[in-house]
């Protein structure tokens, strides 16, 4: 992460989801993975990569002394990277640029449906400060380079609609050009990517507040994966402490996809008003690091990444949590690009109010008022025009009984 001179002050937001949500939306593939994600794994990943501990990429033990591009750490880590991703069962591939000088370290995990469609879950491994002085780098970044890792490790044995990159960008500290070399090249290729979600230092919390941030913007669905984020904060129990930066800061890799109008946020520590003293330093070492903090933040970047490839698992499906009348909501296709089915199964002898609501529980478009068909108790609506993003349908009878949907994905 690379400060500029001046910065725009943006609009900060402090944001508290409402739970709105039962436990039974949650998916079970994506709960099973954030209990599988292992804070003592990302630990030891900060400690190779921040030289706290050797490695050994094939010639016997090193120290990474420096990740900064100039240093030998750098092609090293690079290396590590690679192993590590090898490991699971991915085949690395390296994405050169800067004439020659620059490696992008990519892992791929193809969807199943939509495999054209690409999330991608990134940081950058290079580092500061240069010259002959260490630069460790364990909060900026290596606390997002290792949280990358870990994402790949627990995504290995998970299947997605879309497909999931795992991205460590090189050259960030020198102006962003590993992730403007990559977007760019998606860009002119007319890739088509749902979102890309950035960890940038996110192992620092030295006034113990538990503050983070979100940097978000109004580009193509930026304000979606946002709204994402804290949708999966409430509803797998993590408790982050999350402020809305918007619009976002452009000091990181995020504002590589913004560039080119794709949808990114910022996952970071609570740089604007606790910043991490050992930023840039030669003393940015895991002892500074927030242990709990960091696996909350992580934890959040895993599960909105995971919801935005869209896991192919049963609680991902059709069908609500029943009300206590029997009644349940089932809805088709999901995701949707824009006709949609809502069928309610059970007890349909009343008036019942349908509605798409957001989020926040505001209601963003009503889908029917009166009494169901008779025989098949089924409505059929258009959610095209609808912004991009994660809802629920909400149907409320004459009785009072409300019915909530799992999350539908509006394209």
């Known amino acids: 992460m690379t400060l500029p001179m001046m910065q725009l002050r943006p609009l900060v937001l402090a944001v508290a989801l409402p739970a709105l949500l039962p436990a039974a939306a949650q998916n079970s593939s994506v709960a099973d993975m954030l209990a599988a994600a292992s ?22 033990p090193v120290t990474i002394v420096s990740r900064h591009k100039n240093a030998a750490g750098n092609p090293i880590a690079a290396d590590y ?19 020659g000088t620059g ?19 990134c940081s950058h491994y290079d580092a500061m400060p240069g010259g002959p002085v260490a630069a460790p780098a364990a909060d900026d970044d290596g606390s997002g380079t290792a949280a990358t890792l870990e994402a790949a490790r627990v995504f290995a044995d998970m299947a997605f609609d879309h497909t999931v990159v795992f991205a460590f960008w090189d050259e960030e500290e020198l102006g962003k050009l590993g992730s403007i070399f990559y977007a760019g090249v998606a860009a002119a290729n007319d890739d088509t990517i749902a979102g890309a979600v950035n960890m940038d230092a996110i192992a620092y919390d030295g006034n113990g507040d538990g503050l983070m941030r979100i940097h978000t913007r109004a580009v193509a669905n930026s304000l979606a994966i946002k709204d994402t984020a804290l949708l999966v904060n409430g509803l797998y129990g993590l408790g982050a402490n999350i402020a809305i930066n918007t619009p976002g800061a452009l000091y990181s890799d995020h504002a590589s996809f913004w560039a080119e109008d794709y949808g990114a946020i910022l996952v970071i520590e609570d740089f604007d008003n606790d910043p991490n003293p050992q930023y840039h330093t030669p003393n940015d070492r895991v002892q500074f690091m927030d242990v709990p903090y960091f696996e909350q933040l992580a934890k959040l970047s ?35 690009d824009g006709p949609v089915s809502v069928q ?42 609808t912004p991009a993003g994660h809802y629920l349908v909400r149907a409320t009878n004459t009785k009072g009984e409300v019915v909530t949907s799992p999350l539908v994905l509006v394209r």
Do not use: C
């Open 39 to 60: 804070i003592d794994s990302m630990m030891r990943y900060v400690e190779e990569l921040s030289g706290e501990v050797p490695v050994d990429v094939g010639n016997g």
């Open 81 to 99: 990277l690679q192993q590590k991703l090898g490991s699971w069962g991915y085949m690395p591939t390296v994405q050169v640029f800067s004439g």
């Open 103 to 121: 490696e992008n370290i990519l892992a791929v995990k193809p969807g199943l449906v939509h495999p054209d469609r690409k999330v991608i879950i």
């Open 302 to 336: 895993f599960a909105t990444t995971a919801h935005l490839a869209i896991p192919l698992d049963p609680g991902t499906g059709v069908a609500g949590e029943r009300a206590s009348s029997g009644a349940a909501l089932r809805i088709w296709p999901m995701p949707t």
């Open 344 to 385: 309610v199964d059970g007890t349909f002898d009343r008036d019942w109010r349908i509605e798409l609501i957001d989020l926040t529980g505001r209601v963003v478009r009503s889908l029917h008022q009166g009494a169901l068909p008779a025989g098949r108790p089924l409505v059929q609506a258009d959610l095209r025009g």
